[in-house]
């Protein structure tokens, strides 16, 4: 199994300002994946962060709006950008990879957007 | 594409009483099942999982067979207790690589 972290938890913000989410891993591992949540919403996936390469998004999300890093197998950052009240979501990374059948989330973070 | 259909909530019941629900899914290959249970204000656990055919999976009191010839992955539990209350999310993924979400099933336990 595997343990991840989020940082942070939840954070209130301003229209127009950025965000970083980072998420931790406590292994390597080979794909992270980022989601969106709206409220009363099922999960959103928002792109796919492999280490060494860009990040695949998927339609309606693209890089401007939601850079995403991977610097290694146990850490990936989603920023979300030029934040609007439409962005208030609860944003969950998870990691997985091929052969791991064992699909863990973070806990999440729960953004308002004001 | 892949895809899961789950029964819509929200589904309110009585403490002790039978819970089911359902889910089928539609994928090209053999994916691996899962349920997800989201307790308010928290992330997603995963709740039970199954990775072939007729394969059953088991956690805390809740059931769910991996159905081939039905395509379905249906929860079950058969005495429901207050604590259960929450959202519940079945969702199939191609072997670690990207998982398709239902669209959750709020579920209320009343006392």
């Known amino acids: 199994s595997a343990v991840i972290s989020q940082k942070p938890s939840r954070d209130i913000c301003q229209r127009g300002t950025s965000l970083t989410i980072q998420c931790q891993v406590d292994?390597?591992?080979?794909?992270m994946f980022w989601y969106r949540q709206q409220p009363g919403q099922s999960l959103t996936l928002i792109a796919t962060?492999?280490?060494?390469?860009?990040?695949?998004?998927e339609s309606g999300f693209v890089i401007d709006k939601f850079p995403i890093s991977r610097p290694n197998l146990t850490f990936s950052t989603l920023t979300v950008s030029n934040m609007s009240p439409e962005d208030s979501s609860i944003y969950l990374c998870r990691a997985g990879g091929a052969g791991n059948l064992e699909q863990f989330f973070g806990p999440g973070t729960r953004l308002t957007v004001l | 594409g892949d895809s899961v259909t789950q029964m819509e909530g929200p589904v309110t019941l009585s403490e002790e009483a039978f819970l089911t629900i359902n889910c089928t899914y539609t994928a090209t290959g053999y994916p691996s099942l899962f349920w997800y249970v989201q307790y308010p204000g928290e992330g997603l656990q995963l709740l039970l999982k199954a990775t072939k055919a007729d394969d059953k999976g088991s956690n805390k009191g809740f059931e769910a067979t991996y159905r081939k010839e039905t395509t379905s992955f249906h929860l079950e539990k058969g005495s429901v207790q207050v604590s259960d209350s929450a959202v519940y999310f079945c969702?199939?993924?191609?072997?670690?690589?990207?998982?398709?979400f239902g669209a959750g099933t709020r579920l209320t336990v009343k006392p």
């Open positions: 969702a199939l993924s191609d072997n670690g690589g990207d998982m398709r």
């Open positions: 292994s390597q591992v080979t794909m």
């Open positions: 962060a492999n280490q060494g390469s860009e990040a695949t998004y």
